[in-house]
C-alpha cells in the first residue's frame, strides 16, 4: 500500500475452525513518540467478526482486550512485523 499504509488478514485459529482479523497500520521507517510503545505503528485498526477490537491513532482509542487470546495474537503479530 501507498505511503506506509498496509491492510491484511490474519487467520487465527480458534475452537478448531479459524477466525479471521482483518487489519489496517500505517507504519514508518523510523521510530516515533507517537508510535505504539514508541515504535514505527502510528495507526492501527482490527475489526474481528465485523467488530473493532483495537483502535490506535497516536494512542488508544479502543484498547485490545488483556483477555481476548485472539486479540493478543493479532496484536503480536503486527507489532513482530510492522513495529
Request: hydrophobic share 35%.
Amino acid at each position: 500500500m501507498k505511503n506506509g499504509w498496509h491492510e491484511g488478514t490474519i487467520g487465527i485459529p480458534k475452537d478448531g475452525h479459524n477466525r479471521v482479523a482483518h487489519y489496517w497500520v500505517k507504519s514508518y521507517a523510523r521510530k516515533s513518540q507517537y508510535g505504539i510503545e514508541g515504535g514505527k505503528i502510528s495507526k492501527l485498526l482490527i475489526r474481528i467478526g465485523g467488530e473493532t477490537v483495537a483502535d490506535y491513532d497516536r494512542g488508544w482509542n479502543i484498547e485490545p482486550d488483556e483477555n481476548d487470546e485472539m486479540v493478543q495474537i493479532a496484536i503480536a503479530i503486527l507489532m513482530k512485523e510492522y513495529n
